[in-house]
C-alpha cells in the first residue's frame, strides 16, 4: 500500500528496544515508518479501529496478552489486514497452526534479516487481494446492472441451446404468457398454426449458423394472441460451431395491424385508381424530378414499371404534339407561380390511338412557402368525351327527327291548313266586294264602305299570321330557348287544328288556367307537343266525332300541367306505357314517332308525360314543365 | 232582287269574320241575313212563313253541313241550300248536289255567284210554294165532292161518257149528268182536259 504518508503499523510489542529494531530495519528496507505500539488487548483493539492501518506485527507473548488471541481478533475484524507474528519464541508446530488459522507470515527474532522481504511480500499481497476483491465487486454489480437491465426491458430476451430449448427467458415471459419458458415449455404458447413452420426455420439457422428471424403467434395469459418478431443471434465457438443462440422477441401486433391496414388502403387507393382511369404522380419542387408515380400512372401513358420513374420530358413525349405547349405553360406556370393547374389534354398511346386526359397539378408548400412538390392527377376521360360527342350527335339526330316527324304531319295538316289559310282570305274577298257594291250603289254607302275596306285589312293580317306561324313549324332549327306564354300557344294550336277538327266533326274546348307564369321552353317543341297530342285526340274520334279539351293549370308542385283529352277509341289495353316508345303504333299509316317525340320534347324540358284512360271512353294525355326556369311574366 | 220581296237569308259559319263579310255582302245588295255560328242555333228557331234560303259552310265544329242539310229534310223542313266550302271537293260535291243542293260555291266566291244563286234558291222556293199552294186548294175542293161524285170524276178522268158512267154505275143517264155538272163545279173546271190534269196532282189512281 503505497500511501504517500508513512506505512502505518499497528505493532503489539512489550519490548521497545525490539519495536526500535523494527523501524531501524524496515527503515533501511527503505520504508517510513509510522507505528503504533500496543502492549494491552484494549490497545490493540482500539488501534485496529483505526482504519489507516496497512500491517500488523505482533510477538507471540504479552504479559497481559497474547498473539494468537490479537489474530483472531484481527481476523474477525479487519480479515484484509497482513498479520505477521515477531517472535522470538515461536515454535515450528505453533507457527503453522498461525498460519492456518490465517496469519500472513512469521519472522523469528532470530533471523530478523527476513522481516523486511516479509513486509514487501504480505504488502504485496494484500493488495492485489484487494485489486482482486474490488474487481470482482465490479464484475458482480455490472452482471447485476446487466440482469436487471434484462429483466426491465421491454422486450423479451431469451438465450436458448441450439436445440431450442431455453436456457432462459427474462420476466416479461412469464409475465405475458403466464407460463414458464423452461425447456421446450416456451413451445405451449406458440399458435399451433404457427409452431411447425417456426421450428424448421429456426432448425434450418441453427444448422446452417444464420441469423434466425421470424413472425409468430404468442398466446397471452389471457388466451388472446398476438403477432411477435423473433430474431435471434447465434455464438459460436473457436470451431464455428454453435454453442447458444441469443435474442430478443418483439410484440409487433400493432406494427402488423397498422400494416395490413396501410396495405389495404393501398390497395383501395391502386383499384380506385384502376377503376376510375386516374394516376397520381408528384414531381419535387426543386429538383423538377419525378418522385412519385402511381401504378396507374404507368398504365395509362404506357410506361413500364421496371424501367423506372418517367421523367418530365419522356412523359411529355407521350402527349400529343399539338398539347404539348399548352401543358407544359401550365406546368411552368405551377412551379414558377406556385398555384395549381387544371388541363385537358391528349395523349398518343404506342397503338396510335388517343386519349383524352384531364389532368390536374397542386403545388405542395413547405413551412417557408417553398414548393416541396407538386402532386399531379390524371384522369383518363376518354369515354366521358366519346359519351358527350355521342350524345351532341343524338340530339342533332332527334332534332331532325323531331323536324322530319312536324314536317309530316304539316303535309297530314296540309289540306286542313289551307282552308286555314284560305278562311280569312275568303272573307277578305267578301269585305271587299261588299264594298264595292256600297260605293257602286246609287245612294254611296260611305260609312260601311270604310267599315268592309278596315275588316279587309285585319283579314288579310290573319291570314299572314297563320302562315307565319305554320311557317316556324317547318324549321329546322336547333333548340331555343326562350319565354313561352304556354295558354297562347295552345291558343294558337287550336287556331291551327281548328279546321282539322271540324272536318272530323270534332269540337275543341279550352280549360285555361289564367294567367299562368310563363316559362323558358323551345316554342316550336312545344307546339309540336301540343299538335301531336291534339291532333291524336282528332284523329281517335274522326268515325265518332266528340270532343278534345285542353286544359292548364299550375300545380301545387310548382310545374305547369297540361292535359289533352279525347272521347274517342282510347289506349290500347294494357299498353298505357308502350304507346310512348319509337316505332309503336295503332293507327295503319302511322309511324310510331309522334309520342315518342312528344316524351322526348317533354322531358327535355325537365318534365313528364303519361296517358290514362277515360270513362266511359277515351283517353287523356298530361304532362308537366317545371317553372325552374321560369322568367317573370 | 225585290227588297219588299220581304225574304230571309240564313247564314251558318262558325268563323266569325267570314260570317260578318258574308253577312255585309248580302247587305251591300239588299237582302235581309240572319246569321248562326252552330248549326244548332239555327235548327231551334222556327222558319219564317215567306221565302228564304240557307247559305252554309260544310265545315262545322260537332256537325257537318251534309249533316245539317240531312237533318233539315228529316225534319220535312224545306229550305234550299247553298254550300260554302273552303276548297272544291269533288266527293263532296257531288254528294251535297245529290241530294238536292242549290249551288256549291268554293271560297273565296265572286259575289255575283252568291247573289246568282241566292235568286235561283228563292225562285225555286217561290216555284214550290206555288205549286204547294194549287194541291192545297185542289184537295179542299176534292173534299167538298160527296163518295158518288168522287166515283164519277175518277170514271170521267178515265175518258168515259156520261152514258158509259150510268151504265158502269146502274143509274139512269139524267142522274149521271147531274153527278158530272156538280164534279165539275165543284172542282172549277172547264172542260174534262182540265179535271184530268187536276187528278193527276192530286194522284188519285187510274180506273180501267
Known amino acids: 500500500m503505497s500511501n504517500e504518508s508513512a506505512l502505518r503499523i499497528l505493532m503489539l510489542e512489550d519490548d521497545r528496544n525490539d519495536a526500535e529494531l523494527v523501524r531501524e530495519l524496515l527503515e533501511a528496507g527503505q520504508f517510513v515508518c509510522d507505528l503504533i505500539l500496543t502492549q494491552t488487548r484494549l490497545e490493540f483493539l482500539s488501534a485496529l479501529e483505526n482504519d489507516g492501518i496497512d500491517l500488523i506485527l505482533a510477538d507471540y507473548k504479552l504479559p497481559s496478552f497474547d498473539g494468537l488471541s490479537a489474530l483472531k481478533l484481527t481476523l474477525s475484524a479487519r480479515p484484509d489486514l497482513p498479520f505477521i507474528f515477531v517472535s522470538g519464541s515461536l515454535g515450528e508446530d505453533i507457527a503453522i497452526e498461525t498460519l492456518k488459522i490465517g496469519a500472513t507470515d512469521y519472522v523469528l527474532k532470530t533471523g530478523m534479516s527476513r522481516l523486511v522481504p516479509a513486509v514487501r511480500r504480505a504488502l504485496r499481497e494484500a493488495e492485489e487481494r484487494a485489486e482482486r476483491k474490488k474487481a470482482e465487486e465490479a464484475l458482480r454489480r455490472s452482471e447485476r446492472e446487466l440482469r436487471q437491465a434484462i429483466e426491465t426491458i421491454p422486450a423479451m430476451v431469451w438465450t436458448a441451446l441450439p436445440d431450442g430449448s431455453n436456457v432462459s427467458m427474462n420476466r416479461r415471459w412469464a409475465e405475458y404468457t403466464g407460463s414458464s419458458a423452461t425447456g421446450m415449455g416456451w413451445q405451449v404458447a406458440v399458435h399451433p398454426d404457427d409452431l411447425n413452420r417456426h421450428m424448421e426455420l429456426f432448425d434450418g439457422c441453427s444448422a446452417a449458423g444464420l441469423p434466425f428471424q421470424d413472425e409468430v403467434r404468442f398466446r397471452r395469459a389471457d388466451g388472446k394472441y398476438r403477432w411477435f418478431l423473433v430474431q435471434g443471434t447465434p455464438l459460436r465457438d473457436e470451431h464455428g460451431n454453435i454453442l447458444k443462440w441469443y435474442g430478443i422477441v418483439t410484440d409487433i401486433e400493432d406494427r402488423k395491424h397498422t400494416q395490413e391496414a396501410l396495405r389495404r388502403s393501398e390497395a383501395y387507393l391502386a383499384e380506385a385508381q384502376r377503376l376510375t382511369h386516374t394516376g397520381s404522380c408528384a414531381i419535387d419542387g426543386a429538383s423538377g424530378e419525378t418522385v412519385y408515380w402511381s401504378e396507374e400512372m404507368f398504365r395509362l401513358f404506357d410506361f413500364d414499371p421496371q424501367q423506372g420513374l418517367p421523367r418530365f420530358d419522356q412523359w411529355l413525349q407521350r402527349v400529343h404534339p399539338e398539347d404539348r405547349e399548352k401543358l407544359k405553360l401550365a406546368s411552368d406556370k405551377t412551379f414558377l407561380e406556385k398555384v395549381a393547374c387544371d388541363a385537358e389534354f391528349r395523349i398518343l398511346k404506342s397503338d396510335r390511338t388517343v386519349k383524352h386526359i384531364h389532368g390536374i397539378g397542386s403545388p405542395v408548400l413547405g413551412p417557408n412557402a417553398e414548393l416541396v412538390q407538386v402532386v399531379g392527377t390524371m384522369v383518363d376521360i376518354t369515354e366521358r368525351k366519346r359519351a358527350e360527342e355521342a350524345r351532341g350527335r343524338l340530339r342533332q339526330l332527334e332534332a331532325e327527327l323531331a323536324h322530319i316527324s312536324r314536317v309530316s304531319m304539316m303535309g297530314e295538316l296540309a289540306g286542313s291548313l289551307a282552308h286555314e289559310i284560305n278562311q280569312p282570305i275568303g272573307a277578305a274577298v267578301a269585305n271587299a266586294q261588299a264594298c264595292s257594291r256600297f260605293l257602286d250603289s246609287d245612294e254611296p254607302d260611305v260609312p260601311e264602305a270604310r267599315e268592309a275596306a278596315l275588316e279587309m285589312t285585319r283579314d288579310a293580317r290573319r291570314a299572314a299570321d297563320i302562315i307565319a306561324r305554320v311557317r316556324s313549324l317547318y324549321q329546322m332549327g336547333s333548340s331555343k330557348l326562350e319565354t313561352v306564354d304556354v295558354n297562347a300557344l295552345i291558343r294558337e294550336m287550336v287556331l291551327i287544328l281548328h279546321n282539322e277538327a271540324n272536318c272530323h266533326s270534332v269540337a275543341m274546348r279550352t280549360e285555361l288556367d289564367e294567367p299562368l307564369p310563363h316559362i323558358m321552353a323551345d316554342r316550336v317543341q312545344l307546339q309540336q307537343v301540343f299538335m301531336n297530342l291534339m291532333l291524336n285526340g282528332i284523329q281517335a274520334m274522326r268515325n265518332t266525332g266528340g270532343e278534345v279539351i285542353v286544359k292548364s293549370q299550375l300545380g301545387d308542385d310548382g310545374q305547369l300541367l297540361v292535359s289533352v283529352s279525347d272521347t274517342g277509341v282510347g289506349l290500347p289495353m294494357g299498353k298505357t306505357d308502350e304507346i310512348f316508345k319509337a316505332f309503336f303504333t295503332t293507327k295503319p299509316k302511322g309511324t310510331g314517332l309522334g309520342l315518342a317525340i312528344t316524351r322526348s320534347i317533354v322531358e327535355s324540358h325537365g318534365g313528364r308525360v303519361w296517358a290514362t284512360g277515360n270513362t266511359p271512353t277515351g283517353a287523356t294525355f298530361q304532362f308537366t314543365l317545371p317553372l325552374k326556369r321560369a322568367a317573370h311574366t | ?208
Open chain 2, 1 to 208: 232582287m225585290n227588297a219588299d220581296d220581304n225574304v230571309t237569308v240564313f247564314v251558318i259559319d262558325d268563323d266569325a269574320r267570314m260570317r260578318a263579310a258574308t253577312e255585309r255582302l248580302l247587305k251591300s245588295v239588299g237582302l235581309h241575313v240572319e246569321s248562326f255560328a252552330a248549326p244548332k242555333d239555327f235548327l231551334t228557331r222556327k222558319l219564317p212563313d215567306a221565302p228564304s234560303c240557307l247559305v252554309l259552310d260544310v265545315r262545322l265544329p260537332g256537325m257537318c253541313g251534309l249533316d245539317v242539310q240531312r237533318k233539315l229534310s228529316d225534319a220535312g223542313v224545306q229550305i234550299p241550300v247553298i254550300f260554302i266550302t273552303g276548297h272544291g271537293d269533288i266527293p263532296m260535291t257531288v254528294k251535297a248536289m245529290k241530294s238536292g243542293a242549290v249551288e256549291f260555291l268554293t271560297k273565296p266566291f265572286r259575289d255575283q255567284d252568291l247573289v246568282d244563286a241566292i235568286q235561283k234558291a228563292l225562285q225555286e222556293q217561290r216555284e214550290t210554294w206555288q205549286h204547294q199552294h194549287e194541291i192545297q186548294e185542289l184537295k179542299e175542293r176534292y173534299q167538298t165532292l160527296t163518295g158518288r161524285e168522287r166515283e164519277v170524276m175518277l170514271l170521267l178522268v178515265s175518258g168515259l161518257l156520261t152514258k158509259q158512267i150510268a151504265s158502269r154505275l146502274g143509274t139512269s143517264e139524267i142522274t149521271a149528268q147531274v153527278h158530272r155538272g156538280q164534279v165539275m163545279h165543284k172542282m172549277h173546271a172547264q172542260s174534262p182536259a182540265e179535271l184530268g190534269r187536276m187528278a193527276e196532282k192530286l194522284k188519285l189512281p187510274a180506273v180501267n
